[in-house]
């Protein structure tokens, strides 16, 4: 089987898996599907849950596209030849508590082919990274630590070099450097290289985004049932509109479905229902919003914990 086949066949399977372990958690709310087409070819799954007992919005999408790059967008790839396949899987979770993080995952495959139709290039792209509105040192350290399990079963470099490069993506440069959260994975163009096969990329990318249940519902479980009151989901909405901006000034998944005429709601679903911005908000000192802001920085998770008391 084709690489792109293997991959399409892949995502679809997991975004089943992803639905159904969410819909358990929720116990409330179910996933509305909505299959769409593009019109310059292929098409996608949207699932998208709302207004649930434990997720405010939850997104989980596939898509399978093809056809020819726009100018602008062929320009910002560097790329020859314009005519491109790409599938992959994207999902969002919006919890309803702020004590539960926002988590982000996606996985993807591009190919692109020259004139005659022949493949000239292609590469894997993917990674997941949290983002939390309070702070609580050990997820952090779970989240990391499965994300370098599974890298590590494939290269003792991909992880360190993987968290790199989600530190320095998932930024609000506007912000003062400031990151949206407390980071993950990320990696793009990664194409086969000295010891690694397409085929071993492959399944890395089948490992990295089937730990992802394992790396979040521990989370999830842990502090949905936490307390919280109208402070926490005020400090909860400023931290999402750190979200929003990220996505619709930074983000190049958002960029590439916008221009490539990818569905726009399925594109957006990325977008929490709630969000604030209030004129040059700053937390109380030594409040544990303050805390959070310590960890939007780039930080050792996994080899190195500070002494320093857990939230709330």
């Known amino acids: 089987m084709a690489v792109k086949e293997a991959f399409s066949e892949w995502i679809q399977q997991l975004q089943a898996t992803i639905c159904t372990a969410l819909e358990q958690q929720d116990g409330k709310a179910l996933f509305r599907e909505d299959r769409w087409q593009r019109a310059e070819g292929g098409g996608g799954l949207s699932k998208i849950m709302s207004h649930g007992k434990v997720f405010e919005k939850a997104g989980v999408n596939t898509s399978q596209v093809h056809?020819?790059?726009?100018?602008?967008l062929a320009r910002t790839l560097e790329a020859k030849d314009s005519r491109f396949f790409a599938c992959g899987i994207s999902l969002v979770l919006h919890p309803l508590s702020p004590m539960v993080p926002t988590v982000h995952a996606n996985y993807r495959y591009f190919e692109l082919y020259d004139s005659s139709g022949a493949l000239s290039d292609f590469w894997f792209g993917g990674g997941s990274d949290l983002t939390p509105?309070?702070?609580?040192e050990e997820d952090g350290v779970h989240f990391h630590q499965t994300l370098k399990s599974v890298c590590d079963r494939f290269s003792g470099q991909w992880y360190p070099r993987f968290k790199k490069q989600c530190e320095e993506y998932f930024v609000n440069r506007h912000r003062a450097n400031e990151m949206r959260g407390i980071g993950g994975i990320f990696y793009d163009y990664l194409r086969p290289e000295s010891g690694i096969s397409c085929e071993t990329l492959l399944e890395f990318s089948r490992s990295a985004g089937g730990t992802f249940l394992e790396s979040y519902l521990p989370i999830l479980?842990?502090?949905k049932r936490l307390p919280y009151g109208d402070q926490q989901r005020f400090w909860q909405e400023i931290r999402r509109g750190r979200y929003v901006e990220f996505n619709?000034?930074?983000d190049r998944g958002t960029l590439f479905g916008l221009k490539t005429g990818g569905r726009t709601e399925s594109i957006l679903m990325?977008?929490?229902p709630r969000a604030r911005w209030e004129y040059d908000d700053a937390p109380d000192p030594g409040s544990e919003e303050a805390r959070l802001l310590q960890y939007l920085k780039p930080r050792d998770w996994v080899f190195h914990s500070q002494a320093i008391p857990k939230s709330i």
């Open 67 to 72: 056809g020819i790059l726009p100018d602008s």
């Open 221 to 223: 479980e842990k502090r």
């Open 248 to 250: 619709l000034i930074h």
């Open 133 to 136: 509105f309070y702070l609580f």
């Open 270 to 272: 990325s977008l929490p």
